[in-house]
C-alpha cells in the first residue's frame, strides 16, 4: 500500500489512469479474439463491453491530457523556464516513432522491395500513440498561447479542443488525399484507415489540460465534496446537450448523426467522461492509501501499450495472437485470455519496479 497523501499527488488520476489501461487491455483483447457469431447487440453482455469500448478512447485521452497539464503547471515556471516544455517535446517525438514503428512495414528495418500499397497504407495509419503526441504538443502551445495573451487555460483550452470538435464532421467528408501527401492526409479523416485523426480525437487531451490546469492551480481541491459536484454537474449538462442537441440542430437546419465525429458523440462522450471522473474522485476523497501496483500500472502506460499490442496483434518482427485465433473464440476463452492479459501486464510492471528498470510513461 502506497501513502497517497504523497505531495502533489492525485489519487483519482491515478486510479483513473490505471483504469484507462486495464480497459485498454481488456478491450483490445477481446475485441481480437471474440468470434464473429457474437458480436451482436442482441447479447446484452458484447452491448455492454462494446459500449465500455466506445468510452475507453476519450478516457484514455482525456486522462493523458490531465495529467501532462497538470505536471506542467505543478512546476509553476514561465513556459520558457518550464522543464516540463522539453520533456513534452521529446514525449512527442518519442511517441510518434514508437507508433509508426508499431506498424512498420518490413522486418529488414532498409529493404522495401517487397513491401505492398497495402502495408504502406498501413504504416501511414494514425493510431492512440500518434495522437497522444500530438495532444501533448498542442497542449503546450495552447499553454505558451494562454501565457502570452494572459486569457488563461481555461479560456484557451477550451477553445482549443472546440476547434478540434466543431469541424471534425466536415474534414470527415473531405478527401484529404486529394491535396495532401498520403503521410498528411491521415490526421486529418479516418479515409486513409486511420483510427484516431486529430479531429476531432485531440480534442479530448486538449480538454483534459483544462481540467490538469485546474487541479495545478488548486491544492487539495480534489479533497472536497465540490469538486466532484462541479465534474458531475458539468458532466450532466453534456448528456443533457448531447440528448436535445439534434432536437435544436434540425431548428437550424442541421441535422447531427452519432458517428463519432458528431457533436452529440462528443457531447455524450465528455459527459460520460466528466461523471466517471466526479465518482472517482468522490470515492477518493476519503481514502489515503491505494495499492503501489495502481500507481504502477498508471506510470506503465506507454510499456503495456506497446507490448500488449504486439501478443495480440503481432508486428514486422513478431506474429501475434491474432494471427491463430483472430475473431474465432468463444466467450470463456476468450474473457480467460483477457484476464491472463491483464495479470501478465500488471506482472510485467511490478516486475520492472522491483529491478528497478528504467521505463517511460505515456505522458510525464
Not at 505531495?7 to 483504469?19: E, P, Q, S
Not at 447487440?41 to 482525456?62: E, H, K
Not at 501532462?68 to 522543464?83: C, V
Amino acid at each position: 500500500m502506497v501513502k497517497t497523501g504523497k505531495k502533489n499527488r492525485i489519487i483519482f488520476i491515478d486510479l483513473m489512469r490505471a483504469f484507462a489501461v486495464i480497459q485498454m487491455v481488456q478491450g483490445h483483447t477481446v475485441d481480437v479474439l471474440l468470434t464473429s457469431d457474437l458480436r451482436s447487440n442482441d447479447y446484452l453482455a458484447y452491448s455492454i463491453w462494446l459500449f465500455m469500448r466506445g468510452m475507453t478512447a476519450p478516457i484514455f485521452m482525456f486522462t493523458a491530457g490531465t495529467t501532462f497539464a497538470y505536471l506542467f503547471r505543478l512546476a509553476q515556471e514561465p513556459f520558457e523556464k518550464n522543464p516540463r516544455v522539453w520533456k513534452g517535446i521529446k514525449r512527442f517525438f518519442l511517441l510518434l516513432f514508437i507508433g509508426y514503428m508499431l506498424r512498420y512495414p518490413t522486418a529488414t528495418l532498409v529493404d522495401f522491395s517487397s513491401v505492398t500499397d497495402f502495408q504502406w497504407r498501413t504504416f501511414f495509419i494514425v493510431d492512440v500513440l500518434h495522437l497522444i503526441g500530438f495532444g501533448i504538443l498542442f497542449v503546450l502551445i495552447f499553454a505558451y498561447i494562454s501565457e502570452k495573451t494572459k486569457l488563461g487555460d481555461y479560456i484557451v483550452f477550451i477553445a482549443g479542443a472546440i476547434l478540434f470538435f466543431l469541424p471534425a464532421t466536415t474534414f470527415e467528408n473531405i478527401d484529404w488525399l486529394a491535396y495532401l501527401p498520403h503521410p498528411i492526409a491521415s490526421y486529418f479523416y479516418t479515409g486513409t484507415g486511420s483510427l484516431f485523426p486529430l479531429f476531432p480525437w485531440a480534442g479530448y487531451v486538449v480538454l483534459g489540460g483544462a481540467l490538469g490546469s485546474y487541479l495545478a492551480k488548486n491544492p487539495m481541491i480534489f479533497k472536497s465534496p465540490k469538486f466532484s459536484l462541479m465534474l458531475t454537474g458539468i458532466g450532466l449538462i453534456l448528456l443533457f446537450l448531447s440528448y436535445i442537441g439534434g432536437d435544436i440542430a434540425k431548428v437550424f437546419g442541421y441535422n447531427l448523426d452519432s458517428s463519432s465525429t458528431s457533436l452529440l458523440t462528443i457531447s455524450f462522450r465528455l459527459g460520460f467522461v466528466l461523471l466517471l471522473n466526479a465518482l472517482v474522485s468522490y470515492i477518493s476523497i476519503s481514502v489515503e492509501t491505494i495499492p503501489r501496483i495502481f500507481i504502477l500500472v498508471g506510470r506503465n502506460t506507454l510499456l503495456i501499450y506497446v507490448v500488449h499490442l504486439m501478443i495480440l496483434y503481432g508486428s514486422a518482427w513478431n506474429v501475434g495472437l491474432n494471427y491463430y485465433w483472430g475473431k474465432s473464440l468463444y466467450p470463456t476463452q476468450t474473457i480467460s485470455i483477457a484476464i491472463a492479459m491483464v495479470i501478465t501486464m500488471t506482472t510485467l510492471v511490478w516486475l520492472i519496479n522491483k529491478f528497478r528498470f528504467r521505463n517511460k510513461e505515456l505522458v510525464t
